[in-house]
């Protein structure tokens, strides 16, 4: 079997949770992702209830927040930083 290297964001903290609970698997978390992915592929989806809802209504509620002009947006990260600095 081939095997390809890939690069993936992770929240750090999930990511140090998870590879100390896979290590009292006895594996590392590139072992756990395989593990994954092949119960992917083999059940034709999500090997565990998917809440399709719950990620609807999260998306949803970003796309009424990316079309609301009340809310402020940024063009630049010099913009956004001023603001993030700003007592307003």
Same mark, same amino acid.
């Given at each position: 079997?081939?095997?390809?290297? $890939?690069?993936?964001?992770?929240?750090?903290?999930? +990511?140090? %949770?998870?590879?100390?609970?896979?290590?009292?698997?006895?594996?590392?978390?590139?072992?756990?992702?395989?593990?994954?992915?092949?119960?992917?592929?083999?059940?034709?989806?999500?090997?565990?209830?998917?809440?399709?809802?719950?990620? +609807?209504?999260?998306?949803? %509620?970003?796309? +009424?927040?990316?079309?609301?002009? $009340?809310?402020?947006?940024?063009?630049?990260?010099?913009?956004?930083?001023?603001?993030?600095?700003?007592?307003?």
């Amino acid at each position: 079997m081939a095997t390809q290297l $890939t690069n993936l964001y992770l929240d750090a903290g999930v +990511r140090d %949770e998870a590879t100390r609970i896979f290590a009292g698997l006895g594996l590392d978390l590139s072992g756990a992702v395989n593990v994954f992915l092949h119960q992917c592929v083999q059940s034709g989806g999500f090997p565990f209830e998917f809440q399709h809802n719950k990620a +609807r209504e999260a998306m949803e %509620e970003a796309r +009424r927040i990316s079309r609301d002009p $009340t809310v402020p947006s940024y063009n630049d990260m010099e913009s956004l930083k001023a603001a993030l600095d700003s007592d307003d």
